[in-house]
């Protein structure tokens, strides 16, 4: 099983950045899909971005632009850069393995106007 760690998270003010990252456990990081999913309070989770094995990228329309998602096959880390944050970015933020249905426990990023 899998096992996943963000970190990252903290209070920001709006137009600033923060870079999240997810330590993930077990040799199927570099063959799995991952991905970011952020749970805004009041509201349902949403997916943020994604990444495919091969590196390609997926973003939130609400996100274009603004948020990167990377990964590092050799560190076993997938990252969430993010610039220009809004006050609407607030929430916990997760790093999951879809296919696998693994979840971390969240990390929270909260924006300041």
């Known amino acids: 099983q899998v096992q996943l760690v963000e970190s990252g998270g903290g209070l920001v003010q709006a137009g600033g950045s923060l870079s999240l990252s997810c330590a993930a456990s077990?040799?199927?990081?570099?063959?799995?899909?991952m991905a970011w999913y952020r749970q805004a309070p009041g509201k349902q989770r949403e997916l943020v971005a994604s990444?495919?094995?091969?590196?390609?990228?997926n973003y939130a329309d609400s996100v274009k632009g603004r948020f990167t998602i990377s990964k590092d096959n050799a560190k076993n880390t997938v990252y969430l850069q993010m610039n220009s944050l809004k006050p609407e970015d607030t929430a916990v933020y997760y790093c999951v393995v879809p296919f696998l249905a693994s979840w971390g426990r969240g990390t929270q990023v909260t924006v300041s106007s």
């Open positions: 077990g040799k199927i990081f570099s063959i799995e899909d």
């Open positions: 990444i495919t094995s091969g590196g390609r990228p």
